[in-house]
Nanobody, 124 residues
Framework: VQLQASGGGLVQPGGSLRLSCAAS????????IGWFRQAPGKEREGVSC????????YYADSVKDRFTISRDNAKNTVYLQMNSLKPEDTAVYYC??????????????????WGKGTQVTVSS
């Protein structure tokens, strides 16, 4: 049972990247999936999350209207489309999930299975 994040890279300001979070060993659409990031010297922060059940989506204020989270159940993968990237988006990005019966009050809370991160660097 694991998650694997991929799709990071170097992009110029204003550019786009699509991150993928592929699940193996379990069916991802039954679970909430969150994207988190951690920049050097900063705490990890929640970027976006998609809930199980009705598939509600949540975004940090800093990425609203620029990032979009989505699921492809056939590919057992969750994506994070990142547009209009800014230098402050530079970080290692991680995807994570939590038990289906988790009762944390927020989508981002209670994550206990983490994938290895993928580096996103926004620079000219």
């Amino acid at each position: 049972v694991q998650l694997q994040a991929s799709g990071g890279g170097l992009v110029q300001p204003g550019g786009s990247l699509r991150l993928s979070c592929a699940a193996s060993g379990f069916t991802l659409d039954y679970y909430a999936i969150g994207w988190f990031r951690q920049a050097p010297g900063k705490e990890r922060e929640g970027v976006s999350c998609i809930s199980n059940g009705d598939g509600s989506t949540y975004y940090a204020d800093s990425v609203k209207d620029r990032f979009t989270i989505s699921r492809d159940n056939a590919k057992n993968t969750v994506y994070l489309q990142m547009n209009s990237l800014k230098p402050e988006d530079t970080a290692v990005y991680y995807c994570a999930t939590k038990p289906a019966d988790s009762d944390w009050p927020t989508c981002f809370g209670g994550m206990d299975l983490w994938g290895k991160g993928t580096q996103v660097t926004v620079s000219s």
